[in-house]
C-alpha cells in the first residue's frame, strides 16, 4: 500500500474501521505554528454524523497528537496524530465477509491481499480514516492562515437539487466554515428530502461539491507532473467516493470557443487580474493569482440495503446481498471537510516545494 502522500510535506495514514485506532503521521512541517486544539475539534465536527441523514455510527473523535507539537507550537519535527474507535459493531460484517458488496472495495481488496486484509466495515478502506485527514487538514490550514490562505467547499449539487457557483469567494469561504451543511443558498431543505426519500427507498444519492482556494500567491506549481491539477487531483482521487474533478468550467470549456473560454486579463491598482476565471486559477499548472476553483463528483454511497446480485469469493458463486448496518444515504455533505482538508495538504506541500518549508513563518 501507498500510504504516503507529499513531497516537501508528507502524510502517512494508518489504521482500519473497525482497528483500535486510526490516524496519520505528518513530516516536514516548520516549526512555530500555533497549534489549536479547538480548531481541530471544530473540523472534526463536520465531517461526523449529525443529521437524519447520516450514519448513526457516533464515533466522538477524541483524538491525541503523540509527538511534534511542544507548548502549542509545532516543533518542526513529525506530527503524529492518533483517533480511537469506539462505536464499532463488527458482527454486522462477519458473515458476509467473502460476499462482496457492489461497487466496494471487497473484491478488489481480496484480489491484492489474498483474505488478510481486515475486512470490518471496509477496513483500511473505509470514510472512517478519512477523519484523520480531516485532523491533518486543520493543522495544515492553521500554517495557511499565516499566510492568509482559505479554503471552502459548498455541495453544489445533491440528488438533482442544484445550490448557486461561487460569486464572492473570500466571504463566502467564512460562512461556508461555520456551516454544517455547507450551501450558498436556500436548498438545505430540498436537498435533505431528497437524500431522506432515497433512505426511505433503502437507496442513496450522490452529488457534486464546489471548492475554492482564496489567496494562493502566484507562480506555484511544479509541472509537467506536479502540476497544481495533477497534485489535487492526485489526492482527491484518493478519496473514496470521488468519481470526478474538474477544474474552472472543467467539461464545460469543450463546448466553448477560444473566445468565450480565454479568462481576458487586465491591470487593477498594480494587480494583474482576468476578467473571467474560466481556467480555474491555473495556466500550465501554475497558480496565476486568481481562486482557484473546482468541482468534485461524488458517487451515491455504495451501502445500501435493497437487495443486489453479487458473488461469494470464497465459494466462487452467484448469491445475493442486502446490506445490514449503519450507512449514510449520502455523504456529499461529510465529503465537504475532507476536500478541504485534501486541499489544504495539497497546498501547503505545493507551498513548501517553492517556496521552502519555512514559508509558514517566513513568509513569500
Not at 46 to 70: H, W, Y
Not at 170 to 181: A, G, P, T, V, Y
Not at 294 to 300: D, E, G, L, Y
Request: aromatic share 6%.
Amino acid at each position: 500500500m501507498k500510504n504516503t502522500f507529499g513531497q516537501s510535506i508528507s502524510v502517512t495514514i494508518f489504521g482500519e474501521s473497525h482497528g483500535m485506532a486510526i490516524g496519520a503521521v505528518i513530516d516536514g512541517m516548520c516549526p512555530g505554528i500555533e497549534i489549536d486544539n479547538e480548531y481541530i475539534r471544530d473540523a472534526l465536527s463536520k465531517r461526523r454524523p449529525s443529521t437524519m441523514a447520516d450514519t448513526q455510527r457516533a464515533e466522538k473523535d477524541n483524538f491525541q497528537i503523540l509527538s511534534g507539537v511542544f507548548e502549542g507550537k509545532t516543533t518542526g519535527t513529525p506530527i503524529a496524530i492518533v483517533i480511537p474507535n469506539e462505536d464499532t459493531r463488527s458482527k454486522d460484517y462477519s458473515k458476509i465477509k467473502s460476499v462482496a458488496r457492489p461497487a466496494h472495495a471487497d473484491y478488489t481488496a481480496e484480489c491484492k491481499y489474498h483474505g488478510y486484509q481486515d475486512y470490518r466495515g471496509g477496513g483500511h478502506f473505509s470514510g472512517r480514516v478519512t477523519a484523520a485527514i480531516v485532523a491533518v487538514g486543520a493543522i495544515m490550514n492553521m500554517a495557511l492562515k499565516e499566510l492568509n490562505i482559505k479554503i471552502g467547499t459548498h455541495i453544489l449539487s445533491c440528488g438533482g437539487v442544484y445550490d448557486k457557483e461561487f460569486s464572492d469567494i473570500e466571504n463566502e469561504i467564512d460562512k461556508l466554515n461555520e456551516m454544517s451543511f455547507p450551501v450558498l443558498s436556500d436548498c438545505e431543505e430540498k436537498m435533505m428530502e431528497k437524500i431522506l426519500l432515497a433512505k426511505n427507498d433503502k437507496d442513496s444519492v450522490g452529488g457534486v461539491l464546489q471548492t475554492a482556494i482564496y489567496g494562493m500567491p502566484r507562480g506555484v506549481g511544479e509541472p509537467w507532473f506536479d502540476s497544481v491539477e495533477s497534485v489535487l487531483a492526485h489526492a482527491l482521487f484518493s478519496v473514496g467516493g470521488v468519481k470526478g474533478i474538474e477544474f474552472g468550467k472543467g467539461f464545460e470549456l469543450s463546448k466553448m470557443r477560444g473566445s468565450q473560454a480565454n479568462d481576458e486579463m487586465y491591470i487593477s491598482e498594480n494587480k494583474i487580474l482576468t476578467k473571467t476565471n474560466n481556467n480555474g486559477g491555473i495556466n500550465g499548472g501554475i497558480t496565476n493569482g486568481m481562486p482557484i476553483v473546482f468541482n468534485t463528483a461524488i458517487k451515491p454511497t455504495p451501502s445500501i440495503a435493497q437487495k443486489q446480485q453479487t458473488i461469494n469469493f470464497e465459494t466462487n458463486e452467484n448469491t445475493n446481498i442486502e446490506i445490514e448496518g449503519r450507512h449514510d444515504p449520502a455523504i456529499v455533505r461529510r465529503a465537504c471537510p475532507v476536500v478541504n482538508a485534501i486541499s489544504a495538504i495539497c497546498m501547503c506541500d505545493l507551498l513548501a516545494q517553492r517556496y521552502g518549508t519555512d514559508v509558514f513563518k517566513k513568509g513569500i
